[in-house]
């Protein structure tokens, strides 16, 4: 069971916009559209940021959205901010298994 | 408003066996669906098995036959029985709610702590 692959980290400064990219197969993020983004804080729980690969649950910052093209889904976090700086986790609906998660990114903020 | 508190982590030996617990308040595990999802240390967040609202249950090929999942809904409770324990299988484990099916794990426990050692 393989995990989605996604770039280990990205930056950004202050106010910049970042994409973290979410990269499975047409048994996983390209058949379905059950795209869901958490984000960690270290020591703290995933929290859910994104659902149904562009849905934000009530109560997360609307600098945060997602899309998908193809077999590979995207988190945008625009207007950075030194809050945002975490892990990232993109999981999938796969045909095999009824969650499969992505690699993990780490988010820094120059 | 929803609350996960897992229970039940600890040292074990290889080979051992552990039940950890979930109780939850606020929403009926009955009605939702329920997994366990772990990390190991310093590492990524892994799957490991549901129980779907209808009862039925799924596991992660690395823990199946070797784990259990269940709920007592008198007790609002969800639980993982751990066999055959490997180093492998150190990690925290989450307790996690799905009120959307397989579209999100939408309300997580802050964890219990398996190491497996001898």
């Known amino acids: 069971q393989s995990a989605l692959t996604q770039p280990a980290s990205v930056s950004g400064s202050p106010g910049q916009s970042i994409i973290i990219s979410c990269t499975g197969t047409?048994?996983?993020?390209?058949?379905?559209?059950?795209v869901s983004w958490y984000q960690q804080h270290p020591g703290k729980a995933p929290k859910l940021m994104i659902y149904?690969?562009?849905d934000r649950p009530s109560g997360v910052s609307d600098r945060f959205s997602g899309s998908k093209s193809g077999s590979t889904a995207s988190l945008t976090i625009s207007g950075l901010q030194a809050e945002d700086e975490a892990d990232y986790y993109c999981?999938?609906?796969?045909?095999?298994?009824?969650?499969?998660f992505g690699t993990g990114t780490k988010v820094t903020v120059l | 408003e929803a609350q996960l508190v897992e229970s039940g982590g600890g040292l074990i030996q290889p080979g051992g066996s552990l039940r950890l617990s979930c109780a939850a308040s606020?929403?009926?595990?009955?009605?939702?669906?329920m997994s366990w999802v772990r990390q190991a240390p310093g590492k990524g967040l892994e799957w490991v098995s549901l129980?779907?609202?209808?009862?039925?249950?799924d596991y992660a090929d690395s823990v199946k036959g070797r784990f259990t999942i269940s709920r007592d809904n008198s007790e609002n409770t969800l639980y993982l029985q751990m066999n055959g324990l490997r180093a492998e299988d150190t990690a925290l484990y989450y307790c996690?709610?799905?009120?959307?099916?397989?579209?999100?794990?939408?309300?997580w426990g802050q964890g219990a702590l398996v190491t497996v050692s001898s």
């Open positions: 606020g929403f009926p595990v009955s009605s939702n669906y």
């Open positions: 996690v709610r799905s009120s959307k099916g397989l579209r999100l794990l939408d309300y």
């Open positions: 129980i779907y609202a209808s009862g039925n249950t």
């Open positions: 149904d690969v562009t």
């Open positions: 999981s999938s609906y796969r045909s095999s298994s009824p969650y499969v």
């Open positions: 047409s048994s996983d993020v390209g058949g379905y559209n059950y």
